[in-house]
């Protein structure tokens, strides 16, 4: 084994153990992907300001994200197919961040079911949604999600329509694998992988049951990108917080005007987020669009950030731009395809070491204390 030093190592162990299918799904963007690689490069070029001869012990970086509290101010966010990159990847997720004491969000489109999830933890997760044609399906989703006692619903508002991602089309993605030539000696160089595979999850957990035409892989995709709705409308988001009835995250922002519809719709909390790069390339970073909006929206609702975060650094330029929270996918995943439940746990320690080791040498006792003075050229 390695030594793992930091988010990086973790990302180049999950793409020697993960299938080249599933990993490339997590770790691309769409088109040119310019704004995937934009949201990490962008975040690099903040410079910190070191400060000198100030008490620095005793430091937190205990928070609250919608009067939760929270170790650090992170969720993880919402990805789909997870349990491809570690078999049960979501339940292990879940049972990782429940123990270090940050929120886990469970995609619509996971492996693991809104059910499994419920089985092994203890304290309420969140569960993330997309709207889809099925309004009916999606009132069950809700209830569910009641049912299983979450304590947030995350509304995905990016996704009306798909983003194409060129990898995925080259690859052949699917779940499970295509049995092609090419995956088939992929997976040769994976045994780790194909066991696990063998009695975990192999399917989309949240609609087994619902589709008609049966609960096969290729039917439920089929019928998934079917369900995608591009008449998605504000009217809809009011629908849905009415159905919900608890805290609601709207996810997907990256526009001031966006984001003031969020508020008026009634949002608990914003994130600011072009879905990691993986859908309309060519726009912004979620870090450059991230002060405009906290300066319109900060005061009137909780602003979080979404794009990029490789570091417990990048955690903390996120903060000192106003967002009072941040969640994490790809970081996530790798830790998850690495180790499983070990690597979540190690990247989530790794951040955390790093945001407090940087709290420290820009002079700064408590994350609730960072702010634009953090950073060079605020």
Not at 121 to 129: D, G, M, N, Y
Request: net charge positive.
């Amino acid at each position: 084994m390695p030594v793992i030093t930091c988010v990086e190592d973790l990302r180049l162990l999950a793409q020697k153990r993960v299938p080249k299918a599933f990993y490339d799904y997590a770790d691309s963007g769409s088109y040119t992907e310019s704004t995937y690689k934009a949201n990490t490069s962008d975040l690099a070029a903040i410079k910190l300001r070191q400060r000198v001869a100030i008490n620095v012990e005793h430091r937190t970086t205990r928070t609250t994200m919608i009067g939760q509290e929270v170790a650090m101010p992170v969720a993880i966010a919402p990805t789909g197919l997870t349990g491809m990159q570690w078999a049960n990847g979501e339940m292990l997720g879940a049972i990782a961040a429940e123990k270090f004491g940050i929120p886990f969000t469970l995609s619509t489109m996971s492996i693991c079911s809104i059910e499994d999830v419920a089985s092994v933890t203890t304290k309420p997760f969140w569960f993330q949604l997309y709207v889809m044609r099925d309004r009916g399906f999606v009132k069950e989703l809700i209830q569910r999600a009641r049912n299983a006692k979450c304590s947030a619903l995350v509304l995905t508002l990016d996704l009306q329509i798909l983003g194409q991602r060129h990898k995925d089309l080259k690859n052949g993605m699917s779940v499970p694998p295509k049995l092609t030539l090419a995956n088939v000696i992929d997976l040769a160089t994976k045994p780790g992988w194909a066991l696990r595979a063998l009695t975990g999850r192999k399917t989309f957990g949240n609609l087994v049951g619902h589709v008609k035409g049966g609960d096969g892989i290729v039917t439920l995709s089929q019928w998934t990108a079917s369900q995608f709705d591009p008449t998605l409308s504000w009217d809809d988001v009011a629908w849905i917080k009415k159905e919900w009835g608890g805290k609601l995250i709207l996810k997907g922002i990256l526009d001031v005007e966006d984001a003031r519809l969020a508020v008026a719709a009634g949002a608990d909390a914003i994130v600011v987020s072009n879905h990691g790069g993986r859908q309309l390339d060519g726009a912004m970073s979620s870090i450059q669009a991230l002060p405009a909006i906290v300066d319109a929206v900060g005061h009137q609702t909780e602003v979080w950030f979404d794009g990029g975060i490789r570091t417990g650094q990048d955690i903390l330029k996120a903060t000192a731009l106003g967002a009072k929270g941040s969640m994490i996918g790809r970081a996530f995943l790798y830790g998850l395809g690495a180790m499983g439940e070990a690597g979540v746990t190690k990247m989530l320690e790794i951040l955390q070491k790093e945001l407090d080791v940087s709290m420290a040498l820009t002079g700064t006792k408590d994350i609730r204390e960072v702010n634009a003075s953090n950073i060079i050229g605020s």
